[in-house]
Each structure stands twice: as C-alpha cells, then as structure tokens.
C-alpha cells in the first residue's frame, strides 16, 4: 500500500508561481511512474504532468514551458514548479503513482488563482 500526500497549494495571484510536493510512504525509485492531475470544477481530471521511472518527463501543451515535474529519490518526494500561472489553472491537484502493485492517488490540494 503507498500513501501519497500532498502540500503546497494555496492561492495566487496570475503570472505567480507556486511548488507542489508529494511525499510517498514507498521508495519511489521503485515506482513505475509519478505525476500529477488536476481537476476543476465541471471538468474531467486532466494529466498535467508526469515522470517515468528512466526520468523522462510529459506534459500536455496546456502547461508546457510553465510546469516542471522533478523527484528527490532520497526525499521520496515529487514535485511540481508552476510559473506563470492563469486563472484556468485553479483545480484540485492530485499526485499519482504507478507502480507494480496498482495505481495510487493522493487526497489532492486546491490550487486557486485569482486576483
């Protein structure tokens, strides 16, 4: 069973920038892939950012060049740098991970961008 958690959400004004982290109960050096979603209202979670297990990483046109996703092994942690955020960013941030045993996801954290 892996427990994801995550923290860093908050408000902020457009053009900011904010940090996601998700840490993991599990080594995630063993995970197949991390990533993150979101959600906003009205609308189905979309993929905004993932992470494999060789290092490479993906994201949709929607947040490239404004969203990077990195890991901490040591940490068990992921995260997520967005820069330049939009009023259409705000959503429910969800980490994910995928690994031999199933998929997992986190409780999520609200991101709200707003002047």
């Known amino acids: 069973q892996v427990q994801l958690v995550e923290s860093g959400g908050g408000l902020v004004q457009p053009g900011g920038s904010l940090r996601l982290s998700c840490a993991a109960s599990?080594?995630?050096?063993?995970?197949?892939?991390m990533g993150w979603s979101r959600q906003a209202p009205g609308k189905q979670r979309e993929l905004v950012a993932q992470i494999l297990t060789g290092g490479r990483t993906d994201y949709p046109d929607s947040v490239k060049g404004r969203f990077t996703i990195s890991r901490d092994s040591a940490k068990n942690t992921v995260y997520l740098q967005m820069s330049i955020l939009k009023p259409e960013d705000t959503a429910i941030y969800y980490c994910?991970?995928?690994?031999?045993?199933?998929?997992?996801w986190g409780q999520g954290t609200q991101v709200t961008v707003s002047s």
């Open positions: 599990g080594s995630i050096f063993s995970f197949d892939a």
């Open positions: 994910w991970a995928s690994t031999r045993d199933g998929d997992y």
